[in-house]
């Protein structure tokens, strides 16, 4: 299996602050990644896909970057409903894999 | 706009069977894509189960395989899991989920279900 781990697990952040979160791959898995949002009591949410395309609908102040093994997300102004948990997932090969979570609290 | 929406019994005793069913709106299984489950215990990250394409082939977590099974309805546009000998460890909120094709070869969940509580006890 391949798996994926992220960093840091939580952090806190003021309203407007810039936010990276790090997801690595355990092995080379090209651009085939997608970032997940899940806000607490709710259902998960695919944000990105293909480690840099925002699927229609998500804010242009979340962004992905990266290829190979390591990526990051971006959120450049957070704004209080990012407050979330946000996991990285390969689906280059099965199973499908993700990270464990990266809690984003407002400070 | 596709949506999902699983349901199933909240309470299932252990070493029994685990049923749930994924029915889908504004979109036909039968016409394209995969049509999976995730699963995520209390408190925890999420686990992919497995998912089955427009056809009917499966592809399972090796480490439920022995357990799973997904199959389609096409004429009821529902797709169901059944999960057999479930213990403690297998409480989870289930999500049913679409993978979708984009980019040529991006095959990812783009669509997710509100999901449902299964608690397995006695």
Redesign the interface.
């Known amino acids: 299996?391949i798996q994926m781990t992220q960093s840091p697990s939580s952090l806190s952040a003021s309203v407007g602050n810039r936010v990276t979160i790090t997801c690595r791959a355990s092995q080379d898995i090209d651009n085939?990644l997608?970032w997940?949002q899940?806000k607490p009591g709710k259902?998960?949410?695919?944000l990105i896909?293909?480690a840099s395309?925002l699927?229609g609908g998500v804010p242009p102040r979340f962004s992905g970057s990266g290829s190979g093994a390591d990526f990051t997300l971006t959120i450049s102004s957070l704004q209080p409903e990012d407050y979330a948990t946000y996991?990285c997932?390969q689906?280059l090969r099965?199973?499908?894999?993700?990270?464990?979570?990266t809690k984003v609290e407002i400070q | 706009q596709v949506q999902l929406q699983e349901s199933g019994p909240g309470l299932v005793k252990p070493s029994e069977t685990l049923s749930l069913t994924c029915d889908v709106s504004g979109f036909s299984i039968g016409s394209a894509y995969y049509w999976g489950w995730?699963r995520q215990p209390p408190g925890k990250?999420?686990?992919?189960i497995g998912n089955v394409d427009y056809s009917g082939i499966t592809?399972?977590?090796?480490?439920l395989k022995s357990r799973v099974s997904i199959s389609l309805d096409t004429s009821k546009n529902q797709f169901f899991l059944k999960m057999r000998s479930v213990t403690a460890e297998d409480t989870a909120i289930y999500?049913c989920a679409r993978?979708v094709r984009?980019?040529g070869?991006?095959?990812?969940?783009?669509s997710?279900?509100?999901?449902t509580l299964v608690t397995v006890s006695s």
């Open positions: 299996d085939h997608a997940v899940q259902a998960p949410k695919t896909y293909a395309t699927q996991y997932q689906y099965y199973p499908l894999t993700f990270g464990g979570g | 995730v990250g999420l686990e992919w592809f399972f977590n090796p480490s999500y993978r984009r980019s070869s991006h095959w990812f969940l783009d997710w279900g509100q999901g």
